[in-house]
C-alpha cells in the first residue's frame, strides 16, 4: 500500500458527460501530479499541484482541470468527455525529501467512456 | 533538456535466466534516477533509485541498477527471473526542479 488513495477505481460513462476524480496524497507529502496512461499514449504527465498552487502543466487538454484543495487532496476534473479520454488516471505524491523525491502512486481510477 | 529512452519495448526470458533492462537518459544536471515497476492493471511501484549516492543500486525484489554516466546509462538487472517478474518496466528521470520523465515502458515476459 502506496499510501496514495484514489477515487472511484472504475467509472464508466457517455460522451459529453463530466467526470472528477479524486486523490489523497500520503501523510506529510504536499505534491501531488497526476498522469494519464493509455494503451496508445503511453504514461502522459498531465499537472503538477504543490501545497495548493499549480507548480507545472503537462498535456493536459483545456477540457481538463485539476486543483488542490487545502487538506492536500486534489480532484481531476474531466468535461465533454470523448472516447479517447478512455484510459487510467494515476495520481501520485513526492516525497518530502529533498535528496530523493519519490514518487508513489495510487492504484489509479479507470475511465470507460461509451 | 532531460529525456529517457527504454531501448526495448518487450523483453522475454525464461524463469531462472537473468533479465536486463536497458535504459539511457540525457540530463544537464546530475539527475535522480529511478525504476519503476507496474503489474497488471496495478498502480506503479517504485524498485530503486539513484540520487548521487553509489553508484550501483540495490531494489527490492532482488532488482539492481548501475548508473553509468560516462554511458548516460541506468540499466536494470536480476541475476534470476521469477514469473512474479512479468509486468511492466518504467525508468524515469527526475531534475532539481521535481520534473519527472517517463521512458515509455519494457514490458517483461518471463517463460516458463
Known amino acids: 500500500d502506496s499510501g496514495v488513495t484514489q477515487t472511484p477505481k472504475h467509472l464508466i460513462t457517455a460522451t459529453g458527460q463530466r467526470v472528477t476524480l479524486r486523490c489523497s496524497p500520503r501523510?506529510?507529502?504536499?505534491?501531488v501530479y497526476w498522469y494519464q496512461q493509455s494503451l496508445d499514449q503511453g504514461l502522459q504527465f498531465l499537472i503538477q499541484y504543490y501545497n495548493g498552487e499549480e507548480r507545472a502543466k503537462g498535456n493536459i487538454l483545456e477540457r481538463f482541470s485539476a486543483q488542490q484543495f487545502p487538506d492536500l487532496h486534489s480532484e481531476l476534473n474531466l468535461s465533454s468527455l470523448e472516447l479517447g479520454d478512455s484510459a487510467l488516471y494515476f495520481c501520485?505524491?513526492?516525497?518530502?525529501?529533498?535528496?530523493?523525491?519519490?514518487?508513489?502512486f495510487g492504484e489509479g481510477s479507470r475511465l470507460t467512456v461509451l | 533538456a532531460q529525456s529517457v529512452t527504454q531501448l526495448d519495448s518487450h523483453v522475454s526470458v525464461s524463469e531462472g535466466t537473468p533479465v536486463l533492462l536497458r535504459c539511457n537518459y540525457s540530463?544537464?544536471?546530475?539527475?535522480?534516477l529511478f525504476w519503476y515497476v507496474q503489474h497488471p492493471n496495478k498502480g506503479l511501484q517504485l524498485l530503486l533509485k539513484y540520487t548521487s549516492a553509489a553508484t550501483l543500486v540495490k531494489g527490492i525484489n532482488g532488482f539492481e541498477a548501475e548508473f553509468k554516466k560516462s554511458e548516460t546509462s541506468f540499466h536494470l538487472t536480476k541475476p534470476s527471473a521469477h514469473m512474479s517478474d512479468a509486468a511492466e518496466y518504467f525508468c524515469?528521470?527526475?531534475?532539481?526542479?521535481?520534473?519527472?520523465?517517463f521512458g515509455t515502458g519494457t514490458r517483461l515476459k518471463v517463460l516458463a
Open positions: 540530463s544537464s544536471y546530475s539527475p535522480s
Open positions: 501520485a505524491s513526492r516525497e518530502e525529501d529533498f535528496n530523493t523525491g519519490e514518487l508513489f
Open positions: 501523510s506529510g507529502d504536499l505534491s
Open positions: 524515469v528521470v527526475s531534475d532539481a526542479a521535481y520534473k519527472y520523465i
